[in-house]
């Protein structure tokens, strides 16, 4: 039996070892005992920000599953509790769960838009897209409290510089000033996920995101700026949205999205463990069924880490979510695709910049 109750509005259902620091979890299980026997509640369910400063902010992506050059986080961790995310295990690197860790120890990097400019005057910086996030959501609840993605994009645009952002929020139309200002230039472009149309599947699977609803008006609003939009309807999860595929590209084309991209699901290092526990919990019946459909497209494991194939999958699972996916993009998005952004102003811009200093 789990030590942990199902815990309503969070994602992952348990905090499994870090496994950079056996110790610590080992002396947190006997405090989960404890708790048990006394019939205390064990789990918290407030969320928590900490202040970090690191060095460098802007990241290059080196996988060739990513079609980014290059990425930047203003936060570590993401309060929306996806249960599948594959950026759980980076918690670990900080010292944290992967699990509810994740979801309830925000970390903050306040010094963001500095490190990004600093960044941007560089002599050895040459104009690419760096997208935000990439691992967390630039646009999670923190961002309505701290304004460090706000911060950025003033950062892009002060130096002409192209940008891409992802998110699930509706957060991002707070910022509309900004994009409208970098869309005059060319210089951005949104990647909205979209994962369900149903609302009973969004509440268990991402449970503090925006409705679906509103994701939909977000991309709507946001393309009727004349800026592209990518739906990301990832990842498809055999057994729980493999179903919606169709209905999905409908839904993103008709709200005017101009592409959307999908990966299969894999359920890598520590979430593995996190999905299990939580399908088991959330989804009794079906649960040993979504998890073996899941194994199959990754060559009988959960977990894949073969370049190329990970994102992918194999076998007829997987071959049945690409043939589909493939007949809705003639279908809805025929003659559509999302545009290079503008390279050419930032090289001007960051000359005048540095004329300041």
């Known amino acids: ?43 918290e369910p407030r969320t928590v920000y900490r202040a970090i400063h690191p060095r460098t902010i802007v990241n290059k992506i080196n996988s060739p599953d990513v079609k980014m050059p290059f990425s930047m986080n203003p936060y570590q961790g ?26 309830k120890q925000i970390l903050v990097k306040h010094n963001a838009a500095e490190l990004l400019e600093k960044k941007l005057r560089s002599s050895s910086w040459k104009a690419e897209t760096i997208v935000l996030s990439g691992n967390t959501d630039c646009y999670q609840p923190a961002e309505k409290k701290f304004k460090i993605t706000r911060k ?17 929020n509706a957060l991002i139309l707070r910022d509309r000033d900004l994009l409208q200002t970098l869309q005059k230039d060319n210089l951005v472009s949104v990647h909205v996920s979209v994962t369900t149309l149903s609302e009973k599947t969004r509440r268990i699977l991402e449970p503090r995101t925006a409705t679906i609803k509103r994701r939909l008006q977000t991309i709507k609003t946001i393309s009727d700026m004349g800026i592209p939009v990518n739906a990301m309807l990832a990842p498809i999860i055999p057994g729980i949205n493999s179903h919606e595929i169709m209905d999905l590209a409908k839904a993103v084309s008709e709200a005017g999205a101009s592409s959307f991209a999908f990966t299969v699901v894999r359920l890598n290092g520590a979430i593995g463990q996190i999905f299990s526990d939580w399908i088991r919990k959330i989804m009794p019946d079906k649960a040993e069924k979504v998890l073996n459909q899941i194994a199959e497209c990754h060559g009988g494991q959960l977990n894949d880490s073969r370049f190329g194939l990970r994102v992918r999958g194999e076998g007829n699972i997987a071959e049945q979510i690409h043939s589909m996916s493939a007949l809705a993009k003639r279908k809805y998005f025929k003659g559509r695709s999302m545009p290079e952004l503008n390279k050419d102003l930032y090289p001007i811009y960051k000359k005048g910049q540095l004329r300041l200093f």
Not at 78 to 103: I, K, M, Q
């Open 152 to 168: 950025c994009l003033e950062v892009f645009n002060r130096y002409k510089h192209p940008v891409g952002i992802i998110t699930k």
């Open 1 to 43: 039996m789990s030590l942990i109750p199902y815990i309503k509005g969070r994602g992952a259902q348990a905090n499994p070892p870090n496994k950079f620091l056996k110790e610590q979890h080992e002396i947190r299980d006997d405090f989960l005992e404890y708790c048990e026997k006394e019939n205390e509640a064990s789990i």
């Open 78 to 103: 993401c309060e929306h509790g996806c249960v599948y995310c594959y950026a759980r295990n980076t918690h670990e690197f900080w010292g944290y769960s992967a699990g509810l860790d994740f979801e």
